[in-house]
Nanobody, 123 residues
Framework: QVHMEESGGGLVLPGGSLTLSCRMG????????MGWFRQAPGKEREFVAS????????DYADSVKGRFAISVDLAKDTVWLQMNGLKLEDTAVYSC????????????????WGQGTQVTVSS
């Protein structure tokens, strides 16, 4: 059974940086396209970034372009999200997902999700 576990969230000042990681277990990591989403209180789950299997094509939400970077480490079955220049509006629970097909920015396309990690940007 595929499972994923995120880590790396926390409290950071505006303008600061955090790196999130998501490790897959129980599956063949390089079969899967991976994505990061976030959900703030009272809001819908929102697409952040995605990468196709093996670290191919990458897409970002307009709100994070130039600030966030997604990458994969095939040796560690892990997808990373480097977040720089964090803003108050980046505060949310960040979750990674895995999909085989569908649309990169559509949550229902993802078959498996991690439990999420809280990112709080506050002064």
């Amino acid at each position: 059974q595929v499972h994923m576990e995120e880590s790396g969230g926390g409290l950071v000042l505006p303008g600061g940086s955090l790196t999130l990681s998501c490790r897959m277990g129980g599956g063949t990591f390089n079969y899967w396209h991976m994505g990061w989403f976030r959900q703030a209180p009272g809001k819908e789950r929102e697409f952040v970034a995605s990468v196709t299997r093996g670290g191919g094509s990458i897409d970002y939400a307009d709100s994070v372009k130039g600030r966030f970077a997604i990458s994969v480490d095939l040796a560690k079955d892990t997808v990373w999200l480097q977040m720089n220049g964090l803003k108050l509006e980046d505060t949310a629970v960040y979750s990674c997902g895995a999909r085989l097909g569908g649309t990169f920015d559509y949550p229902a396309s993802y078959a498996y999700w991690g439990q999420g990690t809280q990112v709080t940007v506050s002064s």
